[in-house]
């Protein structure tokens, strides 16, 4: 299945567009494990942007890291994604990733965005952070957005 050409998302806490927001994109794969990524930051009107090649480049570099673990994307993914911006606990989780296998297999500056979206959760711990999905794709694919507590 080919991926979206272009995913435009904007990232809200209580229905007001978030700053500095960090999304989590699962592919489901036919064959081995679901691709995992991590995009972001948002900018000041909660917006990310996000092509099809980045979403490539990210499968490769996991792929890379865990070469008889994943399938690539063009070939396994089943046509269904699932966005949610990420929270506290998803943050935690993703720094900690981060220190186990070192900066070289991640994108420049993935660490300081994390950091920078944890401080901005840390100030709405209560909010529901949801994610709206616009997308550009000539390919079909079910594309299922999401929300979550900001400290939960």
Known sequence: MKLPDK???????DGRPLAEMMVKLEFPMAAKNTHHMV???SDPSGQIFITGEQMSIEAKRTQAMFLNDYDRLEVGWTGKLKI???NLPMI????SAYRIFGSQQYAPGYENHLLAARTALAKTPEAVLTVQVDVDAAHPATIEGGSVRAGK
């Open 84 to 86: 949610r911006p990420m």
């Open 39 to 41: 995009f972001g930051p």
């Open 92 to 95: 935690k989780r993703a720094l």
């Open 7 to 13: 995913l435009l998302l904007t990232v809200s806490a």
